[in-house]
């Protein structure tokens, strides 16, 4: 059963996902459907675990995906960045620009998007 914040880590994921203009994007969001869980790997870092799916041919590098998020404090709070490593989806990261780290995850409903 799935945590509330892996929940919210697999919502981003998909949401990001689904403005991602490039023709590898159906491959990848199938692989954002096997994604079995996230671990944290530091403040704001996830590696994503995968059951098997197809790689798609994209260099090891975040995805070129222009997300923002915000907070109750801030309109812009950080950055959302989905890294690739060997044609899938590797890990989650969540920057921010705030002073102090945010507390939560962002849902869904806080990405902006520039496009």
Same mark, same amino acid.
């Given at each position: 059963m799935k945590t509330e914040d892996e929940s919210r880590l697999h919502?981003?994921?998909r949401t990001c996902l689904d403005?991602?203009?490039l023709p590898e994007s159906g491959p %990848?969001? +199938? *692989?954002?459907?096997? /994604?079995?869980?996230?671990?944290a790997t530091g403040p704001r870092i996830w590696q994503i675990d995968l059951?098997?799916?197809?790689?798609?041919? %994209?260099? +090891? *590098?975040p995805l070129? /995906?222009?997300?923002?998020y915000a907070d109750e404090s801030s309109e812009v709070a950080g950055e959302?960045?989905?890294?690739?490593?060997?044609?899938?989806? +590797?890990?989650?990261?969540?920057?921010?620009?705030?002073?102090?780290m945010p507390r939560?995850?962002?849902?869904a409903q806080q990405l902006l998007f520039d496009e």
């Open positions: 919502d981003l994921v403005h991602l203009l %990848l969001q +199938d *692989q954002a459907q096997a /994604i079995r869980g996230f671990r059951d098997d799916s197809p790689a798609v041919s %994209l260099p +090891d *590098q070129p /995906i222009e997300a923002s959302v960045l989905i890294w690739t490593k060997n044609g899938r989806i +590797d890990s989650l990261e969540l920057p921010w620009f705030t002073d102090l939560n995850i962002p849902s």
